[in-house]
């Protein structure tokens, strides 16, 4: 996802966020804190670029597959 729609969508999201955390075998899901994750994208991408993350309509922060 472009990094402004991105932040745009998280600035949206009612309730929590949760980003994926994995390994291996094992995923969890652990809560996210909205600005730090605003932050982060704006520090880490320029708001026309493709982040490689997805939010999805849950609160589900995570790896994008779709775009790989």
Known sequence: MIAKN???QIRKAKGP???EI???NDVFW???VKSDL???ISESFESDLETGF???KDGY???D???E
């Open 38 to 40: 605003i932050e982060m």
């Open 54 to 56: 997805i939010l999805d």
């Open 17 to 19: 966020i949760f980003v």
């Open 61 to 63: 922060f995570s790896k």
């Open 65 to 67: 597959f779709d775009t």
């Open 22 to 24: 994995s390994n291996f």
């Open 30 to 32: 652990v809560q996210a």
């Open 6 to 8: 991105l932040i745009s």
